[in-house]
């Protein structure tokens, strides 16, 4: 057998956590074949809660999982880890200001830099799920500059798989035949998931739907939408399907794309491909190979869904304005945005 990875996730006793080790340990991110040291982290009000997670793992008794460490200290934490799945954060809570919230997660997102900066695996692959997740990741990327930016991304796939999903019930096919959706630029509600390159059982999706007013609008929306629709009415946010979804991301970048050049989307530092802001996390469709990811080239783009793309890309833009607003104001300093 393979010796064991070792895998980060921050943010353990939370929902996310709750719901993702046990797809970790059962193979669900890194194979059948791939056994795994889980590294969990929270922070003190949470140790007991973390500690009972530790023991329900052990009880699982997971024939993949070598090894659990459990742990409020970031450096302990990150120490080794081959993955890291950052699903810790400051939730926006009722009456807080976007700035205030911001303003926490930069701070926490700096701090876990330095952390993974220090202790991770050479190559280590990062996921950022907490929110405001493209701007915790970018924040990420700027504190820890010896972990190379292709390193570091953050999750859209959730929301891919979303859009997925409401092709595959709008068209009756099964998931497994719709393909090349694509989520560009924030995760937020300026995402923009397009359909014009989508494909249902290898037919154009447009053309199986047969409804573009539908596609145009509703179907954006609900993709759009999706998370406060669940937290609606579940009174709790998505867990399940996040954590799901992070999954993909790490198996799809480690062990590769299908073949067939069929794509997934994912946040990553932006080279300025069809038209994105540089210097900001956005998610592109890319296919993944060899453990490395490439943006999707030479898709034609039409006026409506370039519009799309920008309005999320400055979205991005004034989020990491406010992210180093929040740096400059903190004790911390600047740092080289
Ligand atoms: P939760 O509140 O149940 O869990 C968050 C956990 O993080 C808590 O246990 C908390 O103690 C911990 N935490 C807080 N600060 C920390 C720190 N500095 N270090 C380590 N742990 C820390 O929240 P839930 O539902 O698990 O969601 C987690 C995050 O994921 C939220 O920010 C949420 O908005 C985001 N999310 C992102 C999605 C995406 O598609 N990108 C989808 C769904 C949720």
Redo the contacts with the bound molecule.
Sequence with gaps: KAPPKRILV????????YAICPMIARGAMLGPDQPVILHM???E??KQ?LEGVKMELIDAAYPLLAGVVATTD?EEACKGVDVAVM?????RKAGMERKDVMSKNVA?YKA?AAALEKGAAAGCKVLV???P?NTNALILKENAPSIPAENIT???R??HNRAVGQLAERSGVHNTKVKNVIIWGN?SSTQYPDVNHATIDGKPAREVIGNDEYLDGEFIQVVQQR?AAIIKARG????LS?AS?ACDHIRDWVLGTPADGSYVSMGVYSDGSYGAPKGVIYSFPVTCKDGKWTIVQGLSIDDKSAAKMKATGDELVEEKALALECLAESALGPNNM
Excluded at 10 to 17: E, H, K, V
Excluded at 87 to 91: D, H, R
């Design positions: 921050t943010g353990a006793a939370g929902q996310i956590g982290l929270d922070i009000p949470a809660a970031a699903v810790g954060g400051f939730p926490i876990q799920v907490a929110n997740a953050c999750l859209t959730l929301d995760h998370g709790l946010s998505s867990a996040a979804s």
